[in-house]
């Protein structure tokens, strides 16, 4: 089965509808796959692209798009398929249906499956949707065409729904974006505007049955073609189509927690953690510091009555900064005094009328908010004011008890910080950025493999960065992405997430179709590689690390364009690929890949190998040290075992040398447990404990220096306890692809005794572990069909499948 077709089967059995009028309330009715109509991905659709006539399809706009029908009895299914560009939100006689779609590029571009027979009645019906395109202020992450809507019917009973002419449309214009500059937000901000809505203009009720369209005109249908399947000839209009291959997000409604500062106004007692009506004076102006107590990814809801002409603007902040002190300096997150709010912001002004309700068309993050209310003649009533986390639905299956209290709020912050790092796609950041990150995404697919058990996220991040990759054969350092932008290793690293993805998830035809995307990689850094196989200078940005010492995150390069770690990231590209390549693909190309490791491996000993300090230097040079190069020449096999654990040994004890980062500690981990020293992991997470103690709520992406000043709260690359937690101290880790035998090799550390399990392909791997009278008591369950070894302290015993008890 080739990938768009497992991604039909995939993408059905995902979909779901919304059935309820209230999204913090929502019901889905998922869409049976037998159901769905399979000539959608053989022929061309009959539906037609629409717009509205006489609007710039090129420009900023929200715009709104109905279609009324009769019916003679309510259906038992009713299937549409429905995309936009750049966004769209459904609803069906005046309910709630979904949102789309999940983003991707234009020859990827992604549609929803929607079961409606829920929401639809005999007689008169309406299916109404809001579509927006921020053009040039759209995020980093959302690539678009031009502003349009289809929806097709699943069937010839369905085709009534179909987008065309006979939808009527309006371009709403309440909406102008607000625009926000990288100064303004003290770092690289890509995320998209904010909104400012005018109720005065808004088209009250557009969404419902009863609201009167006969003013609207007639949609404008897409001269250049209807909705075009991928691999359907060609796609005029550039949309290429696949189908939805990711569950729909999950949307739980919260509330804030605190209220902690206020100016202008006495605040009822109750607010916000409950709705409690709040009223604003006539001709006053008030500012509320409001606290969620944690990080958030979630739609703010506000709802006012009266107070026209007001004007109320809403606030996001990760954290607030320090007043005075360095720029960017943000000190403990939970202080509010002596603090200033620096973050984006949306803008509502009100009409008077009655329960009216503002929801910005994009999910924000925040864990302050900042209301800013100015009335005119009316006093303006805040009824509630309210909030929809939304992310992508994983569900943490991993379990871990322990005797160590920090371990489970260490967990509990990790989680937090990958959740959030991860809704249609992975993200590096919710706050600044949103972009998938090939170096980023293979920590956080890891994160949720061993959490979660749920692959889905990272088989679309592998498969979205194989569709960025040029002619010259590298991926895009993040994709989706309107900007070509290059990180040459995170072509290599997203090679070592698709090994990842091979050793730990049980779906090798997807890797083995994936493969040629490998060898493209491979290819363009062979053209780069000198006689010795050392790389030569590399071009674009060759980031690494946000260590303080390396300019923009690049390590140094010798005059010759000697870079250790480059050419460590290489060879382990090489050994991974030869791996996948023997099992899977062509034995022909795992024997060069092989000899091309074997020769780079030699060279790399020979270049950068410093007697002195007994450790590997950064260039040809010798003058510049660093814990990542170390830890990657461990992880590489440059060394034998026993000159490995010397070299862990010094790196860790060397201030002298540049210290691994937050991300590069991931590395640095893995190395200091592949020479048996992973006793000493708990003990190397100091700098995850400094971060408690400063009121974080999520994991930063990097420690507060002064050329590196404090940027995201919230980076998931920083999340990997939550991968050795179960790897390291439990010892549990795959053996064999697919996951189909198992190492368990603890690294107890400080604790007496832990227990815990992990999600498995097949099941679940449990483990239990306690010290006895200077010896271990172990008990480990594994799946039906799994085996594998159990090793403590260089011993080693078999493990078979159910359960096993040991002692040492």
């Known amino acids: 089965m080739n990938r768009l077709a497992l991604a039909l089967v995939l993408g059905v059995i995902s979909i779901v509808s919304c059935a309820a009028q209230d999204v913090r309330d929502q019901r889905y009715h998922p869409v049976d796959p037998a159901l769905v109509n399979p000539e959608l991905l053989a022929r061309r659709w009959s539906a037609t692209w629409i717009g509205v006539p006489e609007s710039s399809p090129y420009d900023y706009g929200v715009y709104h798009f109905r279609r009324t029908f009769n019916l003679d009895s309510a259906p038992s299914s009713f299937i549409v398929h429905v995309t936009a560009d750049n966004r769209y939100e459904l609803f069906v006689n005046g309910r709630r249906a979904g949102w789309g779609p999940a983003r991707g590029d234009l020859n990827h571009w992604r549609y929803e499956s929607f079961q409606i027979a829920p929401l639809l009645r005999p007689g008169k019906n309406v299916l109404a949707a809001v579509v927006w395109n921020f053009a040039q202020y759209a995020p980093e992450a959302q690539t678009t065409n031009q502003t349009g809507f289809l929806l097709q019917g699943n069937t010839e009973s369905e085709r009534v729904a179909d987008t065309g002419t006979s939808w009527k449309c309006y371009r709403n214009p309440a909406y102008r974006p607000l625009h926000f500059t990288h100064t303004q937000m003290r770092g690289y901000f890509v995320v998209g505007p904010g909104d400012q809505v005018d109720a005065r203009s808004y088209p009250w009720g557009w969404q419902s049955v009863e609201f009167d369209d006969f003013s609207w005109p007639g949609a404008q249908a897409d001269s250049r073609g209807v909705g075009s399947p991928r691999g359907v000839r060609d796609a005029g209009n550039r949309w290429m189509l696949v189908p939805r291959s990711i569950p729909m997000m999950e949307e739980t409604p919260e509330r804030l927690a605190a209220l902690r500062l206020a100016s202008g106004i006495k605040v009822p007692s109750g607010f916000p953690e409950r709705q409690v009506a709040v009223t604003i004076p006539a001709n006053s102006k008030i500012r509320l510091i409001l606290d969620q107590t944690r990080l958030t990814t979630a739609f703010p809801e506000l709802l006012v009555s009266g107070g026209q002409g007001a004007r109320i603007s809403l606030g996001y902040a990760e954290s607030l900064y320090s007043v005075g002190g360095r720029r960017g300096e943000k000190g403990n997150r939970n202080d509010v005094e002596g603090k200033e709010f620096v973050g ?452 080693s015993r078999a493990l078979s499948s159910g359960k096993t008890t040991l002692k040492f």
Request: proline letters at 5%.
């Open 344 to 795: 984006y912001y949306d803008e509502f002004l009100t009409d008077g009328g009655s329960n009216r309700l503002f929801r910005p068309l994009w999910w924000r993050t925040y864990r302050y908010l900042e209301l800013k209310i100015e009335t005119r003649d009316q006093p303006l009533q805040i009824e509630d004011l309210r909030a929809v986390y939304v992310g992508y639905p994983f569900k943490m299956k991993a379990r871990l008890v322990n005797d160590f209290s920090q371990i489970t709020k260490f967990l509990e912050i990790g989680w937090r910080t990958a959740r959030l790092c991860a809704h249609e796609t992975y993200m590096d950041c919710p706050y600044y950025e949103q972009l998938q990150y090939a170096g980023d995404t293979r920590i956080q697919g890891l994160v949720s493999i061993f959490n979660s058990g749920d692959g889905r996220l990272l088989r679309n991040a592998i498969a979205q960065l194989d569709d960025s990759r040029t002619s010259e054969g590298l991926t895009l350092s993040r994709a989706p992405s309107r900007q070509q932008q290059y990180i040459p290793p995170f072509s290599l690293w997203w090679i070592g997430m698709l090994h990842d993805y091979w050793m730990y998830l049980d779906d090798p035809e997807f890797v083995r179709q994936t493969l040629p995307g490998v060898q493209a990689v491979l290819t363009y850094y062979a053209g780069f590689q000198k006689e010795n196989g050392s790389l030569a200078r590399m071009p674009f940005w060759n980031y690494a690390d946000w260590a303080g010492e390396w300019q923009g995150g690049v390590p140094p390069v010798g005059e010759d364009g000697s870079s250790a770690l480059l050419d460590l990231q290489l060879l382990m590209a090489y050994d991974w690929a030869s791996t996948m390549e023997q099992a899977l693909g062509s034995a022909r190309l795992a024997e060069e890949y092989q000899k091309a490791a074997t020769k780079l491996r030699a060279t790399i000993s020979k270049l950068y190998w410093d007697q002195g300090r007994q450790m590997f230097a950064d260039t040809t040079a010798r003058e510049h040290f660093a814990q990542f190069t170390n830890a990657l020449a461990v992880l590489a096999g440059i060394v034998g075992e026993s000159d490995a654990r010397d070299i862990i040994h010094r790196i860790l004890d060397d201030r002298t040398i540049v210290q691994a980062t937050y991300y590069s500690r991931y590395y640095l981990n893995l190395a200091v447990i592949r020479v048996g020293e992973g006793n000493r992991y708990l003990d190397l997470l100091g700098e995850w404990e400094q971060m408690v103690e400063q009121g974080l709520t999520t994991w930063a992406e990097r420690p507060a220096g002064a050329s590196n000043p404090p940027r995201s709260d919230c980076h998931a690359w920083s999340a990997h306890p939550n991968i050795e937690f179960f790897r390291t101290i439990l010892g549990i880790d795959s053996a064999a692809p697919g996951f189909k035998r198992v190492s368990v090799r603890p690294f107890l550390g400080k604790l007496n005794a832990v227990s815990g399990s992990i999600p498995h392909p097949k099941g679940e791997i449990s483990v239990k572990l306690e010290r006895r009278q200077g010896g271990l008591e172990a008990e480990v369950s594994l799946p039906q069909g799994v085996d594998g070894q159990f090793t403590w302290q260089g011993q």
